[in-house]
Antibody
């Protein structure tokens, strides 16, 4: 079955750009109704949706983050990525990638998550 | 944006108890409601889609109900592995939004 796995640096300096990649295995990132997305969770807090993208590059962003976030897809590598610009301590969180099933509106499956800490 | 409000914030219960968690949407979301379970240090796991459809492999003691703006997740005969935090999520419109979570703790 489909699995997703996040990768990227765990420490980013304030004002810099954070980059994460999600690798999809067990299935193709393209050619279906599925989207692929990012969700984050600050330590001890709840879940915040960031963005989703499909294989053709159609994107949806959370307006609260849209000005600083870019999601992209690389179908040849079966990967999708997230960039967050001008990071601050408020961007410190566990970042999850997941498949978004448009027919149900649900995120499933999720990656294990990766903690990104913004600190100098 | 559609706001999702969960209650209670936390609940203490014993093994074998029945627990109910409520999720209220700030506007009509029909049945576009998902429930997730998250254990400490783990990713959320999808339990229920379309407000009441149990995902494959999820024990039948979990059930979901509701439509419109008011939804409920019920756990019958609570088991030790059910102690976790539960989140609702609406998928009626963008931005996708989650409730604040309900922590089910051991009494």
């Amino acid at each position: 079955q489909v699995q997703v796995q996040e990768s990227g640096p765990g420490l980013v300096r304030p004002s810099e750009t954070q980059s994460l990649t999600c690798t999809v295995s067990g299935g193709s990132i393209g050619g279906s109704d599925d989207y692929w997305g990012w969700i984050r969770q600050p330590p001890g807090k709840g879940l915040e949706w960031i963005a989703i993208i499909n294989y053709s590059g159609t994107t949806y962003y959370n307006p609260s983050l849209m000005s600083r976030v870019t999601i992209s897809v690389d179908t040849s590598e079966n990967q999708f990525s997230l960039k967050v610009n001008s990071v601050t301590a408020a961007d410190t969180a566990v970042y999850y990638c997941a498949r978004w099933r448009s027919s149900l509106g649900c995120f499933d499956p999720w990656g294990q998550g990766t903690l990104v800490t913004v600190s100098s | 944006d559609i706001q999702m409000t969960q209650s209670p914030y936390s609940v203490s219960a014993s093994v074998g108890d029945r627990v109910t968690i409520t999720c209220r949407a700030s506007q009509d979301i029909s049945s576009w409601l998902l429930w997730y379970q998250q254990k400490p240090g783990k990713a959320p796991k999808l339990l229920i889609s379309s407000a009441s459809s149990l995902q494959s492999g999820v024990p039948s003691r979990f059930s979901g109900s509701g439509s419109g703006t008011d939804f409920t997740l019920a756990i019958n005969s609570l088991q030790p592995e059910d102690f976790a935090t539960y989140y609702c999520q609406q998928a009626k419109s963008f931005p996708l939004t989650f409730g604040g979570g309900t922590k089910v703790e051991i009494k």
